[in-house]
């Protein structure tokens, strides 16, 4: 998830539509998954709803999420994105918010009951705030940090530090 | 996955099975997911049959793979394991192998074309070598380490170390 915010930091702007149906426009193609549905709980709800108010003013910026890209579409033709693959509400119920000015992703996430895994600190089902931001930036290297932490932010799951390095386009 | 491997080598000999239908036998309930299917590819297909050779001895074991544990799903009916959540083929292809006396747990994963993340060094469908094992063992403390590479071992994709302890029954 950290890789997931921080590639989102980096790839801001990108378009991310493919074409499914090369008849059809691409917004008709591509559901955006990052939109209350029945299966969100009154936590995950709320917090969406939180966000939606700092976006009025333009500082925070709600991102969309599709189910394929373009890139690996082409080379795979059955490829979904790994959080958009399971049922509405089984797996990954998220949404990301970006703020440029702090250089920050907020994703909003809930786990669906088809995410169990070892006996960990989050429940099953519950919803967590993922906060992922750039720190530093020292030419083409990102020092990014996030945490994971309570919908009232008292509890602190998880926290990870990360360098990432921008591709130099020339050498690629 | 390396949580997952770890978890594998602190709980083995633990039963893994639940109760789905309580009528029935759990053996007839609960079928293994770590053995071939048409979806393998021959990558997979031949470290597996390689795997397998190595059990003949006794020194190596294959470890079954469910799609339900009991601990969860008495709390959340539609529990799954997260990693077999998705359909044959699409997700998460794996079998694990287990080493007692190397205190190591080999396992041999083929991703499937719902994993697309981000543009990443392992290609999307390949099948990689995931080795994890106890290093060093102090008091409570296990030391982990794990690395992810190509089936011909030569390409290193990944590595980590850990530290694990050991929950005190008398304290939880």
Known sequence: MLRSCAARLRT??????????????????????????????????LLYDQF?????????????????????????????IFTRSLEEGLGFEYVMFHNDAEKRVVCVFQGGPHLQGNHGPIPLCSVVVINSQIDKIEGRKYFISCDIRSVDEKTLYSEATSLFIKLDPNKA
């Open 52 to 80: 939606m108010k700092k976006c009025e003013d333009g500082s925070w910026k709600r991102l969309p999420s599709y189910k394929y890209t373009k890139f690996v579409e082409e080379q795979t033709p059955k490829a979904q």
């Open 12 to 45: 801001l702007g990108a378009v991310p539509g493919p074409a499914r149906r090369p008849f059809s426009s691409e917004k008709a193609i591509q559901k955006d998954y990052s939109l209350p549905n029945p299966s969100w709980t009154k936590d995950i709800r």
